[in-house]
DNA sequence: TCCGAGCATAAGCGACCCTTGGGGATGGGC
DNA sequence: GCCCATCCCCAAGGGTCGCTTATGCTCGGA
C-alpha cells in the first residue's frame, strides 16, 4: 500500500553500482548477489519512471535521472548515517542527556558521587540537576520535565496511597535512618539513643513539608504533638537553629552526610524510623541507556 | 543480509507518529492500520538500540534519540522528496537535457523545427546541439557524449557493413534524395534531369569526406571517375562554388533546402540516389523520456 | 460503572527480496 | 580466429518481512 516510494536501500544501490560502474562489482561491495542489484535497479528505474543507467557494451554509465539520483543520494545517506551515528552515539553512552530531579539531600550525596562516577565511564552522557520535592518531581517526572526522579517515602505513611508509584519503575536506592539532633549541651547530648517520647516537651525544628507531616505523625503515634518552633527545608539551618539550642530536631542520616554539625550532637532515636529513597523513571526510558546507566551509577553510589 | 538499517519508511512513520502524537492518528494519516505504525516503531527502537518514544499514559513523547532521528528525518525525507520530484520532473518532461549531435545539412532544417516544437509542448526540456558528421557523431554516442546523434547512410554502400548500427535504435526520418547542381549557364541548366555519367567530364565539387566517398563510389559504377577540384563540407561554399562556374556538385536535397541558390540550378539525377536520414540513439536512452520525446518531434519534423 | 479510544499481541497471508542455476553477449588473450 | 573469462539478464524457488484482521488490555471520561 505504501509502494512506489524510493527507499534508502535502492538509493545505497545505486550509489555502489555509479561508484563501481559494474553490477558485479557493486554486489560485492554490497555483500549480495549480482541479481539482487540487478532487481534492485529494476525496481528503483520502475519507480522513476525512466531509465537511470545505460548498458553500452562493458561500461555502465548514468543518465540525467541516475545522476541527478546519485547527487541526491550522496546528501540522503549521508543524512542517514549521521542520524544513525547519532542514535547509535546515544544508544552506547557516548552522547547523550539526562534529566535528573532530586531532593536537596539526594543532591548533595548521592548524586555527585553517582555523576562523578557515570562522567568517568561514560563521558560523553551529560545528566542536569534540578531540585524538588518528591511530590513535585513526580509530577515532573510524568510530565516529561525529566527522566529521573530521585524520591523518598515514608513506608508507614498512609496517606499517601502505596500504589501512587505503581506505574513507574522504582529502583530502590537506601533506607535512610532518621536520627535526633539535639544541642551539644543538651541533657540527651551523650545519651546515645533517646525515645522519642521523651523529647515531647522539646521545641522542635521541622524539616521539609512532607518531613515535617511525616515527623507528626510519628511524634501523635507516640502520643504526643510536637511544639514545632521552626520549618525549613535547609538543612545546614536545621543544623545551625539545633546548634544555638533552639530546639531540637530529626533529620534523615542522609541530609547530615554533608553537614557540618558544629554545636549539635546526634544520637539513635526510638522508635527506630526510616525513609525510603529511591530513584523513579518511566517504563520507557527506563530501558533508555543512559538513564540505566544513571539508575546504576545511582545505585552503585548508595551501596557505599 | 543487509538488515539493521534505518530506512525511510521507518522515518516516514516516525515522524507521522511524533507530528499527531498516537499510533492511530498517524496510522490514518499514513494510511495504513494502526498495528502496522506499532510494528514499524518496533522495528525502528530495535535498530536504533534505545526506546525513541514513551507512552505516558494519554500522550506520546519523544525521546532524546527519537528527538534526534525526527530532527534528521526532516531533513532527510525533504531531501528524497526533492530527489523523487527531479527525478519525476525529468521523467515527466518539465526538466531534463538531451545532448543532440547532427550532421550540417540536419541541424540547419530538422532540428531548429523539432526542437521548436519541443521547446512549445514541453519548455522544461532542454536540447543542445552540437555539429558532427556521422562516423564521429555514432562515436559520440556510443561513448556518452551525446544522447541522440543524427546520422545518415548511403544503402548502396557496402564499405561500411550495413549491421554497424545494428546494436543502436534507428529512428527513419526521411530519404533524402540527391540532385545535381550546376551554374545557371551550364548546359544542362535547363535540362530538369540529367544522367551523372554525362557530368563526367565536369569538374567536381564535393561535400564532407563521407559524401565524397560515396560519389565517388557512384560514380565508378556508372563508368567513371570524377575529377574533383574543390572538397568543403560547407553547402553554401559548395553552391558558390557551382554559382561561379568552377564546377558542378550532386548534393542532399536537404542540403539545399537552408541555403540560398543563387547562380546556380537544381535538376535530377539518373540514376536515382539517395541518402537515409535517421536519428540514432542507444536502446536504455531510446526509453528516457525526454529522448523519446526529442525523437518524436524530430520524426514528426521529416514528414513535413 | 459503562463506554470509547488507543496500543499491544497473535495468526494468517500476500508480497517482496534474495538466492541459485542457466543462457547470451562482450571483450581480451593465446 | 578461437577460446575463455567476465558480466548481465532471466526464471524459479525459498525464506523473510510487512500488512491486515481479530482480540485483549488499559486508560479516561460520562
Request: charged content about 20%; proline content about 8%.
Given at each position: 500500500m505504501l509502494g512506489g516510494m524510493i527507499e534508502a536501500r535502492h538509493l545505497r544501490v545505486l550509489r555502489a553500482v555509479a561508484a563501481t560502474g559494474s553490477f558485479s562489482a557493486a554486489a560485492r561491495e554490497l555483500g549480495c548477489t549480482q541479481p539482487a542489484v540487478s532487481q534492485q535497479m529494476k525496481v528503483l528505474e520502475g519507480a522513476a519512471g525512466t531509465p537511470l543507467l545505460i548498458r553500452s557494451g562493458r561500461e555502465m554509465r548514468l543518465t540525467e535521472a541516475g545522476r541527478a539520483l546519485v547527487r541526491h543520494a550522496t546528501g540522503i545517506l549521508a543524512g542517514l548515517t549521521a542520524a544513525e551515528e547519532e542514535v547509535a552515539a546515544i544508544?552506547?553512552?557516548?552522547?547523550?542527556?539526562?534529566?535528573?530531579?532530586?531532593?536537596p539531600s539526594g543532591s548533595s550525596t548521592l548524586v555527585p558521587m553517582a555523576l562523578a562516577e557515570l562522567?568517568?565511564?561514560?563521558?560523553?552522557?551529560r545528566v542536569s540537576l534540578v531540585e524538588a520535592e518528591p511530590p513535585g518531581s513526580v509530577e515532573m517526572l510524568r510530565s516529561g520535565d525529566c527522566e529521573i526522579a530521585l524520591a523518598f517515602r515514608y513506608p508507614q505513611m498512609g496517606e499517601e496511597a502505596s500504589g501512587e508509584w505503581d506505574d513507574l519503575v522504582l529502583?530502590?536506592?537506601l533506607?535512610?535512618?532518621?536520627?535526633?539532633?539535639v544541642p551539644e549541651g543538651h541533657k540527651f547530648a551523650g545519651a546515645g539513643a533517646v525515645g522519642i517520647a521523651e523529647l515531647a516537651g522539646e521545641p522542635w525544628i521541622a524539616g521539609c513539608p512532607r518531613c515535617r507531616g511525616h515527623l507528626v505523625e510519628v511524634c501523635e503515634s507516640e502520643g504526643f504533638t510536637p511544639r514545632i518552633d521552626f520549618a525549613t527545608d535547609d538543612y545546614p539551618t536545621v543544623i545551625g537553629l539545633v546548634g544555638a539550642g533552639l530546639g531540637v530536631a530529626v533529620l534523615p542520616e542522609l541530609a547530615l552526610e554533608s553537614v557540618r554539625t558544629k554545636g549539635a550532637t546526634t544520637l539513635e532515636v526510638e522508635p527506630a524510623v526510616r525513609r525510603e529513597?529511591?530513584?523513579?523513571?518511566?517504563?520507557?526510558?527506563?530501558?533508555?541507556?543512559?538513564?540505566?546507566?544513571?539508575?546504576?551509577?545511582?545505585e552503585q553510589a548508595a551501596r557505599r
Open positions: 544508544a552506547g553512552l557516548r552522547a547523550g542527556r539526562v534529566r535528573l530531579v532530586s531532593f562522567r568517568a565511564a561514560h563521558p560523553g552522557t529502583r530502590p536506592l533506607n535512610d535512618r532518621l536520627v535526633g539532633v529513597v529511591v530513584a523513579l523513571t518511566l517504563p520507557d526510558l527506563a530501558r533508555v541507556p543512559a538513564v540505566a546507566a544513571t539508575l546504576d551509577r545511582l
